[in-house]
């Protein structure tokens, strides 16, 4: 059904439809009031009231996503992670530019979690973050529906090493290749955790038995490379 359709039927004082299950519209009032739930962190009795009328409360969603606070915004958007449909693509690209980067990563993973290989260029927007992290996550997003050499080329040679380590990384899952093996044992000694925990992903895939030793001292830092396996 159109929104055309849906807001000529809210004018008759109708329903939503969606498939066979009619929701009543959800008003101003109960927009203020969902909104509130969420501001004072009420956040069981907030999906309680979702769950009554899903689609009713789809405008409640959206105005959280652009509430003032970071807390209710990131809240929204682990509620539509729940509920999602494609209406909700636009708003969370939108929040590519959010200052906060909590609730950058929250968009970023739902849309990644939803999108598919006809549907990854919804992280694109993503791609240009401040955050290097965000930026290797997209690349993550980008490589775990759409793992050809394309898509593999377009990072292999970014100016960041934790993008092109990740890259390299989930490349591997489907065609290990030798020469990743160098960037790899280079990447174990990055200051970026993360970079090191990609390069010991690669590695996993195509080291040899005398990288072992390197492999080891990593495990041994007191940050979280001490999870890689070798």
Known sequence: MSWLLADVLSTLRSVFVIGLVAFP???????????????????????????????GYRESLIAGLKAPEPAVRAECVRIVNSVFDDSFVP????????PVQEVRE????????????????WLGVFLNDES?????????GYMTHKNDAQTFAMFSNDKQVLVRLVAMEWRCVKEPSVEFRGHAL??????DSHARRAAAGILAFV????????????SQR????AAVRF
């Open 186 to 191: 280079a990447g174990l000694n990055d200051e």
């Open 132 to 140: 290097t992290f965000i930026r290797a996550a997209a690349v993550v």
């Open 91 to 98: 708003h969370l690209q939108a929040l590519s530019k959010d």
């Open 25 to 55: 519209q959800v008003t101003n009032a109960e927009t203020d009031r969902y909104l509130f739930l969420l501001r004072n962190r009420k956040i069981s009795q907030a999906r309680a009231e979702l769950k009554k009328r899903p689609a």
């Open 207 to 218: 080291g040899a038995p005398e990288d072992v030793p390197a492999l080891q001292a990593v």
């Open 222 to 225: 007191s940050d979280e490379t």
């Open 106 to 121: 929250l968009a970023l993973n739902t849309l990644s979690e939803h999108a598919n290989s006809r549907r990854v260029g």
